[in-house]
């Protein structure tokens, strides 16, 4: 069966680097479907707002997240940490605590970055805040981009780098991998 992807941009740029890397990595496997969920509409996360029922945008979030097989989150990193607009759509992804879409989810993180560091400060939080929801992490593997500005056409707004390629395609192919082996730990 077609296994079907979420991603989920943590940059709401109109011409945002780890978008263009998101397109890239969604062209790289036709056998799989990918789905883009829009985290700009959320509302700021407030426990008040849950009492009267989730918000409309809130609730299909979450359904969002519910039907696919895995999410895969690309990011910048703000301040060496998790942009607030991502932060604030796992906060809202992770209630209730005791059944958040996102408990048992498998989820793969990239990053890219102007910046010589490739977003691995933003990429520990994130890892950290999605394992507090008992995510399924994809364990040891990273996607660190650097210079993205250099790897990209700007004009095209698309990814040519080609071992950037080569590392997004090993990556998506280790998290199809790590979905069907997933342990299934109670
Ligand atoms: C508020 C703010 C903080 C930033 N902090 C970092 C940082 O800590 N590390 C980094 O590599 N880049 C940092 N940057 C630069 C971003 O990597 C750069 O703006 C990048 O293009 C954002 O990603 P996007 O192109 O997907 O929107 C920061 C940018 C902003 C606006």
């Known amino acids: 069966m077609t296994k079907t992807i979420g991603i989920i941009c943590g940059s709401l740029r109109k ?5 263009i890397i998101a397109q890239a990595l969604t062209e790289m496997d036709d056998s799989v479907e990918f789905r883009w969920i829009e985290i700009n509409d ?7 707002l849950e009492i009267s029922g989730d918000p409309e945008t809130v609730s299909s979030f979450k359904s969002a997240i519910r039907d696919v097989d895995g999410i895969m989150i690309v990011s ?20 209730p605590a005791k059944s958040s879409v996102l408990s048992k989810k498998p989820v793969g993180i990239i990053g890219a970055t102007p910046g010589g560091m490739g977003t691995a400060f933003a990429q520990i939080q994130t890892r950290q805040i999605l ?10 593997q ?4 650097s210079q993205v ?9 698309v990814l040519t780098d080609e071992k950037t390629k080569r590392y997004l395609q090993r990556y998506l192919q280790q998290f199809m991998n790590w979905i069907d082996h997933i342990p299934t730990l109670e």
């Open 15 to 19: 011409n945002s680097y780890n978008r």
């Open 42 to 48: 959320l509302p700021l996360f407030n426990e008040d």
């Open 76 to 95: 910048p990193e703000y301040n060496s940490g998790i942009p607030g607009v991502l932060k604030n759509a796992l906060d809202w992804a992770s209630r």
């Open 131 to 140: 394992e507090a929801m008992q995510a399924h992490v994809l364990p040891f």
């Open 142 to 145: 990273k996607v660190l981009i």
């Open 149 to 157: 500005h250099e790897k990209i056409d700007s004009e095209q707004q």
